[in-house]
């Protein structure tokens, strides 16, 4: 109930007491909406540690790194990837600290034949029918593997969707109607020397360390549609594949870990769904007693990755979903999950969302509210040691990019040609709240214990929402939260720690600010504005 209507509601009854009785009157006290809370932060009570923040290159960047003019692409880069400050204190960037780079299937070289209409959705391949290989494919792609180097990205993963179509049983980069992988018989092993020979060499050549390779995603669907390069694979396939593309990484002694996983949603992690045997892959793939297990690999990182799709609303669904899930992986000492892919593509209605769905951009805080508190919520609830958001660019009007592209006439298209060659970059609200997390949550930081005055996680996932994160190493304590109130709100701060100056440093993400440096706030006084995120920076003395 908004304070308006509550006075109007609170109006009639003292009306009615006055008029029906002489005695004492009892009048309520009116609501405070800004008093001041109590936040509790304990870092000798830790929980994960942080892997890095990222997104992907996935078919956009092809043409923006390939086509666009420098100076634009160089300001993208910079949005997405710098970690500096401007001369007034403020982020030029979201920094990044993990890069997706998608190793593509050939549907781009296959044009219309591909059977993916929109050319955005196809990409190239590094590999020939006959076996050999062309470095130079995928230019606008590595046009940016090299800007995130060169901007201090530390961490790179590289992922692949299908199998390269000369090797798919029906030659084309995305599945028919089955429910096994789409590749030929016998070709799997082909397939593990392609992602092997590109990590190799796209190393050497473009200088940088492939942390983690993802080989499946979304194993889950059939991709029969064509809408873009995918295929289904079974658990059974899944271990075959990483045991031939473990033993392959170990081979040639590079250092890069399988991350495997990439559930289309986060309960075929952890539950069993269907009869398809593509569920329940906690338990199949690190459960030691299982045929399936790839525990014991070497080249295997210790990690489930899922994508936080169908899996964020109603709030209620939000919270059980992600207990479940980390209550699964706690069973696996070290076992670690990443939310590795997410844009909104649920229907939570306008109230959430403009549109009430994903189609239509936002470039306002409404759509990058809702994503804070899923970003909070799979770090908080699901223990998630990495946050990943889908495709960093895009010219479709869909919430689908932190970066959006259009023609300067239009907010979005996809029709051939538009925004091919140049246009406009907008950046989002959403990409600026992203990077409250990103910028300043680096890898290796620890996230610790937060407590405040709620103990309704409903209420909290409605009002504002805390986390908390310590560096060690530079003695720096960093508070994440998110206002998704229209309410400003007041906290006085505790820790089992001292502050240098016992004051915090706020960086504000609102619909007037974009992650702005603002003025030191005494612990005992930390203000956090209405429909807002901010992230408050201090030093451990």
């Known amino acids: 109930m908004n304070h308006k209507n509550y006075m109007y509601v609170w109006g009639l009854g003292a009306l009615f007491a006055l008029s029906s009785c002489s005695s004492e009157l009892d009048i309520p006290e009116a609501p405070v909406y800004n008093r001041e809370r109590s936040l509790t932060v304990t870092l000798n009570q830790e929980f994960q540690t942080i892997d890095g923040f990222g997104a992907s290159d996935a078919w956009r960047c092809q043409m923006v790194g390939r086509y666009w003019p420098e100076e634009k692409k160089n300001a993208i880069a910079d949005w997405l990837f710098s970690h500096e400050f401007d001369e007034n204190g403020n982020p030029k960037g979201i920094g990044l600290s993990m890069w997706r780079f998608y190793i593509g299937s050939g549907s781009m070289e296959q044009g219309a034949e591909s059977g993916i209409a929109d050319e955005w959705r196809r990409a190239e391949c590094f590999q020939s029918a006959d076996g050999t290989y062309d470095w130079e494919k995928q230019a606008g792609q590595r046009w940016f593997l090299r800007a995130a180097r060169d901007r201090g990205v530390g961490r790179f993963l590289a992922f692949s969707l299908s199998a390269p179509v000369h090797m798919s049983l029906n030659g084309k980069g995305f599945s028919t109607p089955e429910q096994r992988m789409n590749i030929q018989e016998g070709k799997m092993p082909a397939y ?16 940088v360390t492939f942390n983690y390779l993802s080989p499946v995603n979304e194993p889950q669907w059939d991709w029969s549609s064509g809408s873009q390069e ?28 399988i991350a495997l996983g990439e559930a289309g949603s986060i309960n075929y992690l952890y539950q069993d769904v269907n009869a398809e045997n593509r569920d329940n892959q906690i338990e199949a793939f690190w459960n030691p007693s299982s045929s399936l297990s790839i525990a014991s690999l070497p080249n295997v990182e210790k990690v489930m990755t899922g994508h936080s799709y169908w ?45 009430g769905d994903g189609n239509v951009r936002d470039l306002g805080m409404q759509t990058a509210l809702y994503v804070a508190r899923i970003i909070h919520h799979d770090l908080t609830y699901a223990n998630a040691s990495s946050w990943q958001w889908w495709t960093a660019l895009t010219r479709a009007n869909y919430k689908d990019g932190l970066i959006y592209l259009d023609d300067g006439n239009s907010e979005g298209g996809q029709s051939a040609g538009y925004c091919k060659e140049d246009g406009y970059a907008r950046d989002s609200k959403l990409m600026w709240a992203f990077g409250n997390y990103s910028f300043f949550v680096r890898p290796g930081m620890k996230r610790v214990a937060v407590t405040t005055d709620s103990s309704d996680p409903l209420n909290e996932a409605k009002d504002v929402m805390i986390s908390a994160y310590k560096d060690e190493a530079a003695g720096k304590l960093v508070i994440v939260a998110v206002n998704i109130g229209k309410v400003n709100r007041e906290y006085h701060l505790n820790t089992d720690c001292k502050l240098k100056n016992q004051t915090l440093v706020p960086y504000v993400t609102s619909e007037n600010s974009n992650l702005a440096k603002g003025t030191e706030m005494p612990v005992d006084e930390l203000s956090i504005p209405a429909r807002s995120v901010v992230t408050f920076v201090g030093e451990i003395e």
């Not at 079974?234 to 990484?249: A, I, K």
């Open 311 to 355: 899996s964020v609303w109603p709030l209620e669904d939000m919270i059980s979903h992600r207990r479940n899930l980390s209550t699964k992986i706690g069973t696996y000492s070290g076992l670690k999950y990443w939310q590795t892919e997410y844009c909104p593509m649920e229907s939570p209605g306008t109230s959430e969302v403009p549109n």
């Open 192 to 207: 593990a020397d392609f992602l092997v020979d590109c990590i190799e060499n796209l190393q050497k050549k473009e200088g």
């Open 230 to 257: 995918g295929t289904p694979v079974t658990n059974e396939e899944m271990h075959q594949f990483v045991t031939l593309l473990s033993e392959r990484l170990s081979q040639r002694g590079l250092s890069t870990t």
